[in-house]
């Protein structure tokens, strides 16, 4: 089974009369359960390929299912629904929500997004203070904890609505080492735990050791690097 | 709703300051208004009453055709006895009447024996005038307030012609009067008292017994030519000018306008005319009402510019927020109520601190007792009050003026790209 499918995968921005290629054709599967990292530079389209596989964008060509839904033929709200009920999002920048506690954060899509009851919101906030490692500050506002802590509590704000998918845009941009290692071992530890497919994008090296399938991404094209390509890359 | 609700809460807490001074705008906005409402309703109502209750009374009824020939006062359309009876018989069976009084209204020549002018004249039963006016005696200025203000053979002048003439209390005077046939006929009269001016129709008239009126005019049947009436509560103006109307008149009722702009309901050959027809005073009980219908724009302005601005920074300041609800799932409809939340909060909020201010503010205004004076009336007290269907009217308008102003900002937010605002900086 596929969790994911993009055939012929195209992005094209337009900028007045000039057309730029973000994605050119892509073709690429992503299992349920897998650990996936898209690398490359700056400019090479992590971006936009992560946007269109959360819905957050409209591919220019090609097919791109997504729990096999066609997510090209998405309108703004069913598109808005389908993230609600199966993606979760973790941001370079964390972008938790300032006047919320931490606990406020993880519970806010459980209550603006799926309308939980409070007994099984509370229940599944707990579950995932503990699974992240911040009960303790559980209260706290998110100017109040670390870069790090605050990147923990997006991971668990993401996995909150049970996501099948998880997509992090360069979750550990704004990592010290340590911290990003951490991270993406908790993410791992999420991955086993609740079973969800953590797609990322990265342009750390070490970090992308971590991954179980990477994709190199240059210049708009894809390409899965095997096992000794990535030893002898991080070497 | 209680979840945004709280995050709407949160969200004003968070800009505390630009909160508070929008929250400020709004409370000193509904101060204003309600205030002015208040107090110019008071004014209005203490001058209002300064006229029906000093001359006017609320209603007054005439021979149809009386009032539009008023300034020659008319003999040959006064009201016949049986007509009278009708009209009495009505008054006496409505309890929303305090009073009415009879009037006889003649132009005389005035004499002092020296000078001769001319002069109006109300001819009254004096008890009868003082229960349907009671601030007549009040009027008096010159002479005794004690006791009726007039007994047969007495006269009250008014203060113009008794300076221009030179007349005292005590005077003796002749009234010459020309009857319905021609016939002319002349009354000595004693200055009973000097009486103040008041604007408008009959505001400088004099008043003599009715029996002495109908004496120098001749007249062998008790007419009269109008019936002035006091209202228990002004409030039921409209009713009962309506049922007076409706039952007076032979035929169905012509009067379109409201009360407030001046009613005449003709039919039957009587004519029913509320105290606003027949005073010039209602074009500025108009205009106070215009002055206060400016204010409230001028409040709808206030209130709009300002939630509208809070709002459209609200949307600015937080794209990248919005961005990231929009991103993990959030219809764009629980955006919209969140920032219209936010909006209606700020029109509450401001809206309950303004009205809780002016409810205080008028309560001590009504014990402090303001006086002021207004033509010859000295020593009126202001007494501001605001019924409770104005300040729900105001509060309510606040509310939706809020709700419209934040719509656009809320509406711009909900639409927004989540891509575009991830990557807003």
Known sequence: MTLIRAERLVKTYRSGEVEVPAIRGVDFTIDPRSFVVFVGPSGSGKTTLLNMIGCLDHPTGGTLAVLDTDVSKLDRRAAANFRGQHIGFVFQDFNLIPVLTVYENIEYPLIMVQNWPEARRRKQITRLLEAVGMTEQANKRPAQISGGQKQRVAVARALATNAQLLLADEPTANLDHDTAFRIIELMKKMRDEFGTTFVFSTHDPKIMSEAEVVFALEDGRVRQQDREERVALHA | ?425
């Open chain 2, 1 to 425: 709703m209680l979840n945004i609700l709280r995050i709407a809460l949160r969200n004003l807490a968070r800009f505390s300051r630009r909160t508070f001074l929008s929250s400020m705008l709004i409370t000193l906005g509904i101060v204003a208004v309600l205030l002015f409402i208040a107090t110019a309703g008071s004014f209005k109502a203490m001058m209002i009453g300064q006229f029906t209750d000093a001359m006017l009374g609320h209603l007054e009824v005439h021979r149809k055709g009386y009032v539009a020939s008023i300034d020659n006062l008319p003999l040959n359309l006064n009201m016949q006895p049986m007509m009278v009876a009708k009209v009495e018989k009505a008054l006496d069976g409505r309890p929303a009447v305090q009073a009415y009084s009879e009037r006889v209204k003649l132009g005389a020549m005035f004499s002092n024996f020296t000078e001769t002018t001319a002069i109006r004249v109300n001819g009254v039963d004096p008890a009868k005038e003082v229960a349907a006016t009671p601030l007549l005696p009040g009027r008096i200025v010159e002479g005794s307030r004690e006791g009726p203000i007039l007994k047969r053979g007495e006269i009250l002048i008014p203060t113009l012609l008794a300076r221009g003439m030179k007349v005292k209390v005590g005077d003796t005077v002749v009234l010459v009067a020309t009857n319905r046939e021609g016939s002319v006929n002349g009354k000595t009269f004693v200055v009973r008292g000097i009486i103040d001016s008041l604007s408008g129709p009959s505001g400088r008239d004099g008043y003599i017994d009715i029996r002495d009126a109908r004496e120098l005019l001749r007249m062998d049947k008790p007419e009269v030519n109008e019936i002035v009436i006091r209202l228990r509560d002004p409030a039921q103006l409209d009713q009962v000018y309506a049922q007076l109307s409706q039952e007076l008149a032979a035929t169905p009722g012509q009067g379109g306008q409201s009360a407030a702009e001046g009613k005449t309901g003709q039919g039957g050959g009587l004519e029913v005319h509320t105290w606003a027809a027949l005073s010039p005073f209602s074009s500025i009980v108009r205009m106070i009402d215009l002055l206060a219908l400016f204010i409230k724009i001028m409040l709808v302005s206030i209130v709009l510019i300002s939630v509208m601005n809070v709002m459209m920074m609200a949307v600015y300041e937080r794209i990248r927020e919005i961005g990231t609800i929009s991103a993990i799932g959030t219809p764009p409809r629980k955006i919209l109520s969140l920032f219209l939340t936010e909006g209606l909060l700020l029109g509450v909020g401001g809206t309950a601190v303004g009205t809780a201010i002016s409810l205080a503010v008028i309560y001590a205004l009504n014990l402090w007792k303001i006086h002021f004076n207004f033509g010859q009336q000295q020593g009126l007290v202001l007494s501001p009050s605001i019924g409770l269907v104005d300040v729900l009217i105001i509060a309510a308008m606040v509310v939706v003026v809020t709700l419209l102003a934040s719509l656009q900002p809320a509406w711009k937010a909900s639409r927004m790209d989540p891509v575009t605002a991830l990557g807003h900086v």
